[in-house]
């Protein structure tokens, strides 16, 4: 029987230019200087020094989503890469960056080929036709998938090996350990297997979304002919299937593939090869002539598990005979066919690197409760954290402050507290398990009135929401399902509650969704508050939501679409008058994503006003540092760590009596434009203080942070000889994690 080549002896062959070492530790536990991309895509057409300011707030020669997009998963990638991170970890961060490439595919490829189907030119972006960005999507991707594939098998497996965590190829077993797993898949899996032919009575099988399958040629003796079958691996056995070592594994298309003689008897076994493929997300959706949007959305996700196919993975040995029969039966172009050396579905490596070996990970980090909360007990005194509330807003940090002894408790305590008469909520992404709607559950068995916002068109939530959305439904709460034409984007929780005086309202404005689980993975921020005037813009806000109101003027929230962009615009234009009397000027945002083109221009205006700018974008950023005469007095950094920097804040200097504001939005154009999104100013001064020491921090991080130089790609920062503190050495989320624990002790 010939089998594919040994996926853990890969080819060693690769183009020098694209080598992508990684950062090794230098005696001080600094990393030497790295710039992402190693290589662009494209360059630029155009000086940018000579674009106007409208150009270079608009021009896709500056800026290109998809393409920016790939150069922050170069970042992510240098995580795998830099030894400075434990070896477990490494290998989380690069199962991410092959989840991320997964739904960059899904959603952006996904987007561009459906314009490409419908005769999309884009002639708005002057010759960037989606052809075009396909092809140099192509041609970035490329070098990404070698350098995944180098840093597994050249780092990550030999390293493993060095802590006795092995990876076997199934041919170098011995026979006992062959025998076992042979027997393993006589009874675990070969039930569950079902091959499938291609011939002229068996038309080619639907292939699910990034299910991995492995291609067959078979040779028939009886009838001299050569045929092609496909075998699903089975997505419900472990891909990893350990040994009688707990840390030694095969992976199980090894198994199947050395036992496929079992289910193709009589037949000769030519050759065997794994491959992948990932379907189109992007699913056309024309909301204003629905009339059942849950029933749409449910349509749309019957649609998007048999829309066309945007990827074909397969492994670098495939021959071009079998290649050919997966193109055109899948119907790709040759830019959509990816050679992989070595594995293919690397996020499958999220449970390798669960393995129970902690001196292999980050050091533990527990949340911790915050001082004002502890010793609140929800459930035998729930009224007790609206005492606290009533006596000063309070800003928690997640993950470094938790959510369960905070945000949960919060609503648990308002469902429970027999006072509370009504809870608002919107639901954006949520749990799997989730305690906030289990106590909003709780709320209206108790016969609270609950009104709850589920957004059910949250990208890839969508099936979780909607079951959510039913649920709530059955107990009596009153559901909407999102607004249409806009995305419900906003976080916020309302409590209305009968107290001594009248009836009073608390709130709980936050930067990220209500999810208990990423809020131990994610950084964001939240406010609780019982300020009469943001309660009021709350409750107006619900009722936008909920029902037809039309409010346009907010006390003191700024709500998009209605009129968030301008008053950012009016706050960066009092920076700008600041500037040119001489006085104190500063900007420093906070955010995932800026690529809103009037908030980039203003930007710009800003910087050439003598205004200082500095924004901290984890991903895709518009604005371009540097460029003389233009934005000299900008920098842009983004930040990758163990925790996925989330949280938006914003900060104007005001002449020496700065403004602070969290919420919902980045500057990205969609959620200006496209959704409802609440950015709540921060008045109380312990509060600032918080948000003023995580903005430094981030500032002065040379461990986790990158700068963006004038042409777009990014260097990682070093920290400054002789610079010991934590937060330069070992980052801005050690440094915070150290805070709290000596602040909340």
Known sequence: MTVYRSQTHPETSEPAAIRVGPAPS????????????????????????????????????????ELVWLDFNWRVLHEALDKRTPLLERVTFLAITARNLDEFFRKRVGGLKRQQAVGIANLNLRGWTPDRQLELISRAVRPMLEAQSRCLFEELLPELANHQVHILDYRDLGAAQRQR????????????????????????????????????????????????????????????????????????????????????????????????????????????????????????????????????????????????????????????????RGYLGLDDLFSLADLNLPHLKYEPWTPLTPVRLVGLDSKARPGEIFGVIRQGDLLVHHPYISFAASTQQFIEAAARDPQVLAIKQTIYRTSSDSPIVSALIQAAERGKQVAVLVEVKARFDEERNIEWARVLENAGCHVAYGLVGLKTHSKLSLVI????????????????????????????????????????????????????????????????????????LELIDGEIRNALAGLPARVIAKMNGLEDPIMVRKLYEASQAGVAIDLIVRGNCRVRPGLPGVSENIRVLSIIGRFLEHSRIFYFENNGDPKYYIGSADWMQRNLSNRVEAITPIEDPRAREQLDNILRSSLDDCRQSWEMLPDGRYRHRTPPDGDLRTVAVHGVQTALMALTRTTTQ
Request: with cysteine.
């Open 497 to 568: 509650r009968q107290e001594e005086d009248g009836l009073r309202a608390y709130v709980h404005i936050g930067t990220g969704n209500y999810n208990a689980k990423t809020a131990a993975l994610y950084t964001d921020v939240g406010l609780f508050s019982c300020d009469p005037a943001l309660a009021a813009d709350v409750m107006d806000l619900f009722n936008f939501l909920t029902g037809y109101s039309r409010q346009s003027i907010y006390r003191k929230l700024l709500v998009a679409p209605v009129n968030m962009r301008q008053q950012f």
């Open 26 to 65: 230098t005696g001080n536990g600094a990393a030497p200087s790295v710039i992402f991309p190693p290589a662009r895509a494209y360059e630029p057409d155009a000086d940018l020094t000579t674009l106007s300011l409208d150009e270079l707030s608009t021009s896709p020669e500056v800026y290109n989503s």
């Open 181 to 340: 797993l042979d027997a393993y898949y006589e009874k675990e899996v070969y039930p569950i297997l079902t091959p499938l032919a291609v011939d002229p009575g068996h038309p080619f099988p639907f292939i699910s979304n990034q299910s991995l399958s492995l291609g067959v040629m078979l040779y028939d003796p009886v009838s001299s002919e050569t045929r092609f079958a496909r075998v699903k691996v089975p997505t419900n056995r472990p891909r990893w299937v350990a040994l009688e070592d707990p840390h030694q594994f095969v992976p199980l298309e090894q198994i199947i593939t050395h036992n496929l003689d079992v289910l193709f008897r009589g037949l000769e076994i030519v050759a065997v090869h794994p491959f992948r493929v990932t379907r189109n997300a992007a699913i056309e959706r024309n909301e204003e002539e629905a009339d059942d949007l849950l029933e749409l959305i449910s349509e749309e996700l019957r649609e998007r598990r048999f829309a066309p196919v945007v990827r074909l993975e397969v492994s670098g040995s495939m021959p071009d005979n079998m290649l050919e029969i997966l193109r055109s039966e899948l119907g790709l172009e040759q830019n959509d066919i990816y050679h992989v």
